[in-house]
């Protein structure tokens, strides 16, 4: 196969790697890479460069929607929880510091298996 159609099959197999978020398998080394590079005109290596740039740029805007969405997620679980908090609520009473204590004595407290913070 003449080099610069494997560089070319070897870039696009990289691309469907980096947007399926699995780890890549390592199927060529770098210095392999940069041994194919040498057998391309420098308009083939320009665009192989270009290839990688938008890929490393989809892979940093997927990364940052993900963590964006993780972010809304974690904050509507927490809104969502803040009612079980309130007076009334299922949590209220465990939380409050106008409840009953929970436990009846320190010891109950300690052979319940929870450690203070002393």
Same mark, same amino acid.
């Given at each position: &196969?003449?080099?610069?159609?494997?560089l $070319?099959? &070897?870039?696009?197999?990289?691309?469907? #790697?980096?947007?399926?978020?699995? *780890?890549?398998?390592?199927?060529?080394?770098?210095? @392999? #890479?940069?041994?194919? $590079?040498?057998?391309?005109?420098?308009? @083939?290596?320009?665009?192989?460069? @270009?290839?990688?740039?938008? &890929?490393?740029?989809e =892979?940093?805007?997927? +990364?940052?929607?993900?963590?964006a =969405?993780?972010?809304? +997620?974690?904050?509507a679980a927490? =809104?969502a929880a803040?009612?079980?908090? &309130? *007076?009334?609520?299922a949590?209220?009473?465990?939380?409050s510091?106008d409840? @009953? *204590?929970?436990?009846?004595?320190e =010891?109950?407290y $300690?052979?319940?298996? #929870?450690?203070?913070?002393?």
């Open positions: &196969m003449p080099p610069k159609k494997g $070319l099959r &070897m870039v696009q197999h990289m691309r469907a #790697i980096a947007l399926s978020h699995k *780890p890549p398998e390592k199927t060529v080394t770098k210095t @392999e #890479i940069l041994a194919a $590079l040498k057998n391309l005109t420098a308009e @083939e290596r320009l665009e192989i460069m @270009e290839t990688a740039s938008r &890929m490393m740029r =892979e940093i805007e997927e +990364k940052a929607q993900r963590k =969405e993780r972010k809304q +997620k974690l904050r927490a =809104e803040v009612q079980d908090y &309130m *007076p009334g609520g949590l209220h009473d465990l939380w510091a409840s @009953e *204590p929970y436990f009846e004595s =010891e109950e $300690l052979n319940a298996g #929870i450690k203070t913070n002393a």
